[in-house]
């Protein structure tokens, strides 16, 4: 069998060996129960967990373990075969570091051949001290309140996170509010963002926004009027909503009104 390790954080080698982490293998083995279902295609299957690691000096602390088999997905590089889709996230993850936009931070990024089948496992950090934008809205859904001066601290934030994600050009293409997580603290913390795999690089930012927004607007029904200034003023750096944000609004809804 032979492993190829693009990634193993030295911030994490002591937690790791703690745990006997120290191969493929051993993350391979571990016996885990999936967050869900997990997806099916491509001819394999991919599956998320999340596990606590036993620390040295007591404690837990928790990772995100993705594992999966002949989960593949094409690039330009490899347009035939393709890659694993954790190799092609893991790329996006240190694209986004290098860029100072917020979201997953890498742990164990790892491929295996293994009689002829491609296995993938990419290990990131649990977020505990942020919420995903889905939690805080079924939560809100099922009753609780949310006071006026926290949900637009919500949005600004968010807004903050998009605004740096597009001025370096790149679209989640997956924008979905189980995909944004929002710190405790939203006024002073920064949002990061998840599953970066469709990511990509686009020339142009307003095509970026378009994109990402119309998605997020597509699966967001709870968003009122209010919100959506609140948001275009942090997102466009203005104190009023002018010609280009107003301009990116119809655009945004144009896509909507398209796509439904």
Not at 35 to 48: A, F, I, P
Not at 91 to 119: E, K, S, W
Not at 222 to 242: E, H, K, M
Request: aromatic share 8%.
């Amino acid at each position: 069998m032979q492993t190829n390790t693009l990634y193993s954080s030295p911030q994490w080698q002591e937690i790791l060996q703690h745990n006997n982490l120290n191969t493929f293998a051993d993350w391979w083995q571990l016996e885990l129960d999936a967050v869900d279902e997990g997806n099916t295609g491509r001819g394999g299957w991919s599956k998320v967990a999340i596990h606590a690691l036993e620390l040295p000096d007591g404690g837990q602390r928790r990772v995100v373990i993705k594992r999966q088999c002949n989960y593949r997905s094409r690039t330009l590089r490899h347009l035939l075969r393709g890659v694993a889709t954790f190799e092609k996230e893991y790329n996006f993850i240190r694209l986004y570091q290098q860029c100072g936009v917020p979201a997953t931070t890498a742990v164990y990024c790892a491929t295996r051949q293994d009689n002829g089948d491609l296995q993938a496992i990419l290990v990131t950090e649990f977020m505990d001290e942020h919420r995903s934008l889905l939690d805080i809205i079924d939560a809100t859904d099922q009753g609780a309140t949310l006071p006026r001066t926290e949900r637009d601290a919500i949005i600004r934030c968010m807004a903050r996170l998009l605004r740096r994600l597009h001025q370096h050009h790149i679209a989640h293409r997956c924008l979905y509010p189980k995909h944004i997580f929002i710190p405790t603290d939203p006024d002073n913390g920064q949002a990061r963002l998840i599953d970066l795999e469709k990511s990509r690089r686009i020339p142009w930012r307003n095509n970026c926004a378009i994109s990402d927004l119309a998605t997020f607007g597509r699966r967001t029904l709870c968003i009122n009027s209010r919100d959506i200034v609140v948001f275009l003023r942090t997102y466009c750096d203005c104190p009023r909503l002018d010609n280009k944000a107003r301009r990116l609004y119809a655009a945004i809804t144009k896509r909507i009104s398209g796509k439904r």
